[in-house]
């Protein structure tokens, strides 16, 4: 009997721990590069830290310009850092080409309990090699 009571209370504790809110909030929205929605990507939000936000970073996968975190992704409330990594074909079409968006970086304000965000990503030229 005592046993039974031991693995309740066990099992109670994990219940109770698996409901804690850890702050992170849904988050969703599109992404376009020059006007067009981005194909494929990867879209991170880091907290800024220099802020002084801190807690688990929040990441999505970007699919026909739009992206929604799954639950336990999102990220936590406060200033970031999005981190923007985008393709013009996805995985499913073979081998990966060089990215178009490669770690495009901007700066929000991720509200309480999560919320929607747009990014409109302007045209990016390639840097000059200097010889």
Not at 63 to 71: H, V
Request: hydrophobic letters at 30%; one cysteine or more.
């Amino acid at each position: 009997m005592k046993r039974l009571h031991v693995l309740a209370f066990v099992y109670c504790g994990f219940a109770v721990g698996c409901g804690a809110s850890d702050g992170r909030g849904p988050m969703s929205g599109t992404v376009t590069y020059n006007g067009q929605p981005l194909k494929f990507g990867t879209i991170e939000f880091d907290p800024d830290t220099k802020k002084g936000n801190k807690g688990p970073q929040g990441s999505a996968e970007i699919r026909d310009g739009r992206y929604a975190t799954t639950p336990g992704f999102g990220p936590v409330s406060g200033p970031h850092i999005v981190r923007i990594t985008g393709w013009n074909s996805g995985p499913e079409s073979g081998m990966m080409p060089a990215p178009i968006v490669s770690e495009y970086e901007t700066a929000v304000e991720i509200p309480t309990g999560g919320g929607t965000l747009d990014f409109a990503i302007p045209l990016i030229t390639p840097k000059k090699a200097v010889h």
